[in-house]
């Protein structure tokens, strides 16, 4: 199970740090992504998460604005996002792929557990 929070309203410039905890699986042990989706788009991927090799990967458009991270011992993905931008504007979700995978995929059917969303809303 997969937990996501910490979404809210910000003004452009601003930032906000979006976590992901996880319940009967290690973080640690997984490729872990958060995806976003704005309306009458499709889910896009942000960011995720390797473990084997311990790697990360992001978008081009986030790409020095966002940082996702993990906490091995609270068991909690994060994704840090400064300079917010109004096209930020999303549902934000985390999602984790299968045991033993250690790729990571950049399309949202490439993982197989979903977090509900957090709305992070950034204001012009």
């Known amino acids: 199970q997969l937990q996501a929070s910490g979404g809210g309203l910000v003004q452009t410039g601003g930032s906000l740090r979006l976590s992901c905890a996880a319940s009967?699986?290690?973080?640690?042990?997984?490729?872990m992504g958060w995806f976003r989706q704005s309306p009458g788009k499709e889910r896009e991927f942000v960011a995720a998460i390797s473990w084997s090799p311990d790697s990360t990967y992001y978008a081009d458009s986030v790409k020095g604005r966002f940082t996702i991270s993990r906490d091995n011992a609270k068991n909690t993905v994060y994704l840090q996002m400064n300079s917010l931008k109004p096209e930020d504007t999303a549902v934000y979700s985390c999602?984790?792929?299968?045991?033993?995978?250690?790729?990571?995929?950049?399309?949202?059917?490439?993982?197989?557990?979903w977090g509900q969303g957090t709305l992070v809303t950034v204001s012009s």
């Open positions: 999602a984790v792929r299968g045991q033993g995978i250690t790729v990571v995929h950049r399309r949202p059917g490439g993982y197989k557990y």
């Open positions: 009967g699986r290690t973080v640690s042990a997984y490729v």
